[in-house]
């Protein structure tokens, strides 16, 4: 089975990870094992978690880290600490987390992730539960509206919203074709000409049905607790929702005293976890963005635990 994906900032994040010969480190997203084999690559008698919640991208990760010490485990990512638990580890010395859809989901016609492709409208990356069909067919006109405008950032989601609820009440939409051509219908002319109207609907829907948001929540507390002291976690993000709520979590983990500013001495006694690798976020290189055109929008962020 091909699995096809160029892992995006391959370089700096190997390097942000700071990779011991002998540590633990976590894949929390293997999807076609890129990142995963560098890091295996690396590791003497340490060992690699790879971790991912699509069966597919298990399968694959499987056979390309059959040659190293490397454990493939189908799970989420915010499932971490149950992972890590139940193979008797307790830390970890680097933690990735590439946020992104892969290649493969994207080019995969029939896993309905792509508004350039017409197919069943899907989007589980675990295959399995509420699909994108469930949410466009079921879901209130005012629930669509509002993750379309949260999750996408759209500002046309009202509109977007109505049309697809009137157009559902005449037949079950099915495919992503016929998705695409209701959202491009709702949107003014001008938004047509300047970039493909179906992306940001298409991604608020794709966030929904795999509850990505709540996941990355769940999963940013839980990563930073497992890490050993000078362990480092490494997120790469591709929209903003994510890279904000990735920035404020590590913000968070940095932060000190929280005493109000007129107490002559600390009495809270808290101290930072902490300390950032990145005060801004990591982007692709000039020749990456000419090499692989969904490495545009990725900032990669990195926290050492203190």
């Known amino acids: 089975m091909d699995f096809h994906h160029l892992?995006?900032?391959?370089?700096?994040?190997?390097?942000?990870?700071?990779?011991?010969?002998?540590?633990?480190?976590?894949?929390?997203?293997?999807?076609g094992a890129g990142?995963?084999?560098?890091i295996a690559r690396r590791l003497t008698t340490g060992r690699l978690i790879a971790i991912d919640r699509d069966p597919t991208a298990v399968e694959i990760a499987a056979e390309r880290l059959k040659d190293f010490n490397a454990?493939?485990?189908?799970?989420?990512?915010?499932?971490?600490?149950?992972?890590?638990?139940?193979?008797?580890?307790?830390?970890?010395?680097?933690?990735?987390?590439?946020?992104?859809?892969?290649?493969?989901?994207l080019d995969t016609a029939e896993r309905g992730f792509s508004y350039h492709l017409d197919a069943p409208l899907d989007m589980r990356m675990s295959q399995e539960g509420v699909s994108a069909k469930d949410i466009v067919n079921e879901w209130p006109e005012k629930e669509l509206a509002r993750i379309i405008f949260e999750y996408g950032?759209?500002?046309?989601?009202?509109?977007?919203?109505?049309?697809?609820?009137?157009?559902?009440?005449?037949?079950?939409?099915y495919t992503t074709g016929e998705l695409s051509e209701i959202i491009k219908s709702a949107v003014p002319a001008k938004a047509k000409r300047e970039k493909n109207p179906c992306r940001?609907?298409?991604?608020?829907?794709?966030?929904?049905?795999?509850?990505?948001?709540?996941?990355?929540?769940?999963?940013l507390d839980k990563a930073f607790d497992a890490l050993n002291p000078k362990g480092r976690l490494c997120i790469m993000t591709f929209h903003s929702l994510e890279d904000r709520l990735v920035k404020q979590r590590f913000a968070a983990y940095c932060k000190g005293c929280e005493c109000p500013p007129d107490f002559p001495v600390c009495?809270?006694?808290?101290?930072?976890?902490?300390?950032?690798?990145?005060?801004?976020?990591?982007?692709?290189?000039?020749?990456?963005?000419?090499?692989?055109?969904?490495?545009?929008?990725?900032?990669?962020r990195i926290i050492e635990k203190i």
Do not use: W
């Not at 700071?18 to 999807?31: E, L, N, S």
């Open 267 to 300: 009495v809270c006694g808290k101290t930072p976890r902490g300390k950032l690798i990145t005060r801004k976020p990591i982007t692709a290189c000039e020749q990456e963005l000419l090499e692989n055109h969904r490495s545009r929008s990725a900032k990669l």
């Open 153 to 173: 950032e759209e500002k046309y989601a009202r509109n977007i919203a109505s049309a697809i609820v009137r157009c559902r009440e005449q037949k079950t939409i």
């Open 200 to 219: 940001k609907t298409f991604q608020a829907i794709r966030i929904a049905v795999n509850e990505e948001l709540e996941h990355l929540s769940a999963a």
């Open 7 to 31: 892992p995006v900032m391959l370089r700096e994040c190997i390097e942000g990870l700071d990779i011991k010969p002998d540590g633990i480190y976590v894949d929390g997203t293997a999807g």
């Open 71 to 105: 454990a493939v485990i189908k799970a989420n990512y915010s499932e971490l600490d149950t992972v890590l638990r139940d193979l008797g580890i307790d830390g970890a010395d680097g933690i990735l987390l590439d946020l992104g859809v892969s290649s493969h989901q």
């Open 35 to 38: 990142h995963s084999c560098e």
